[in-house]
């Protein structure tokens, strides 16, 4: 298991596009974090990725107080 940490979301569904264009088998499991839910600016995206592919798992996280149902409280480095 490696892990990438990524400042850029959009690099992220960078990264994972790529890897399945070029025929990735393994799993991708992707962390998505926030302050808030509105931060999650790539979610559809994102999810788009995972509804596509059974290779992809993403998690939305959200750190701070109003964390909505289907949404993992905290920092994406403590939950990832």
């Not at 070029?22 to 999650?40: E, P, V, W």
């Not at 790539?42 to 750190?63: N, Q």
Request: aromatic residues 4%.
């Amino acid at each position: 298991l490696s892990k990438a940490y990524y400042k850029d979301s959009a690099e992220i569904l960078a990264v994972a596009r790529d890897a399945l264009r070029q025929g990735h088998r393994g799993r991708i499991a992707l962390f998505h974090g926030a302050r808030a839910i509105g931060g999650l600016y790539l979610r559809d995206a994102l999810d788009a990725l995972e509804a596509r592919s059974p290779l992809v798992r993403c998690t939305p996280c959200v750190s701070g107080p109003d964390v909505p149902p289907g949404i993992a409280n905290g920092r994406v480095v403590d939950i990832a």
